[in-house]
Nanobody, 115 residues
Framework: QVQYVESGGGLVQPGGSLRLSCAAS????????MHWYRQAPGKEREWVALIGSTGGITNYAASVKGRFTLSRDNAKNTVDLQMNSLKPEDTAVYYC????????WGQGTQVTVSS
């Protein structure tokens, strides 16, 4: 059974940093590109970033490019999202998942950026 467990969220002031982590299980993690998404209150879920199966390829939404950095550890089946220079508009629940396999979403981790 495929499962995603996101962690690391919290309350941070504008300009601060957080590191999110996603632990995946139930599939051969090292074979798949992994994605992060976020959903702000009252808004649709939006794509944030992806990292290729070996970690050699990353891509970011324009809104986070230059501030967020993805990394993965295929030995631990984890993918991390380092978020710097956080803005109030980054406030959302953050999720990770591979795409196109009909996986259920994890519970996500709440990030709140506020003074």
């Amino acid at each position: 059974q495929v499962q995603y467990v996101e962690s690391g969220g919290g309350l941070v002031q504008p300009g601060g940093s957080l590191r999110l982590s996603c632990a995946a299980s139930g599939f051969t993690f090292s074979s798949y590109t992994m994605h992060w998404y976020r959903q702000a209150p009252g808004k649709e879920r939006e794509w944030v970033a992806l990292i290729g199966s070996t970690g050699g390829i990353t891509n970011y939404a324009a809104s986070v490019k230059g501030r967020f950095t993805l990394s993965r550890d295929n030995a631990k089946n984890t993918v991390d999202l380092q978020m710097n220079s956080l803005k109030p508009e980054d406030t959302a629940v953050y999720y990770c998942r591979r795409n196109n396999y009909g996986d259920s979403w994890g519970q996500g981790t709440q990030v709140t950026v506020s003074s």
